[in-house]
């Protein structure tokens, strides 16, 4: 675990496959978290301001998301996604879930007038760590979900990953096939 990524110093997404599943083994009494978090429109965003705001912007969102209290790791696996495992007491998750809106509250109002011509919006998704011998790769899957359902929705701060989400996504995954014969 030698090579970081050169953009934002996370963890390559391998490096951080190897790390968040350790931890989840070593301390199974905590509560976990794993958020999965993307910019709305970021190729707008590389388009109107050039890609090394792009750049910034991301760079920007690492950092926001390291110096929350209870990041374990963090990765950026490609483009502008970023994935981070959070660790807490289990008493603590109400007021994780307050810090969480408001980190994307404070994170979006804070680069509005450095990107005055979009809207810079995050979509995040949110996993909670039910049994700790569950893949992280089935977890980070799982956040995933949840990001990609509140796509476009500028009104939900962060979708948390439920199992009527993983319903509706199998059930669009069938009716797909059919509409492409």
């Not at 996370?10 to 999965?36: C, E, G, H, M, T």
């Not at 810079?120 to 996993?127: A, F, P, Q, T, W």
């Not at 011998?133 to 509140?150: G, H, L, W």
Request: proline content about 3%; glycine content about 2%; charged content about 30%.
């Amino acid at each position: 675990m030698d090579n970081n990524d050169k953009l934002t110093g996370l963890y390559l997404f391998d490096d951080f496959i190897k790390v968040a599943s350790d931890r989840l083994n070593d301390q199974p009494d905590n509560l976990y978290v794993l958020i999965s978090t993307d910019f709305s429109k970021f190729k707008y965003i590389n388009r109107v301001y050039s890609y090394s705001a792009g750049d910034k912007l991301i760079k920007d969102l690492a950092d926001a998301f390291t110096k929350q209290e209870g990041c374990v790791v963090a990765c950026r696996p490609y483009s502008d996604h970023v994935l981070a495992l959070f660790s807490f007491e289990k008493a603590d998750w109400a007021v994780q879930k307050e810090r969480l809106k408001q980190l994307e509250e404070d994170f979006c109002r804070e680069h509005k007038k450095e990107y005055s011509k979009t809207s810079v919006h995050l979509n995040i998704g949110v996993c909670v760590v039910e049994d700790n011998s569950e893949p992280i790769t089935s977890i980070i899957d799982k956040a995933n979900i949840a990001r990609r359902s509140v796509k476009g929705n500028y009104s939900v701060p962060y979708a948390l990953y439920t199992q009527k989400l993983q319903v509706l996504k199998e059930a669009e995954s069938r009716l797909i096939p059919i509409f492409e014969k």
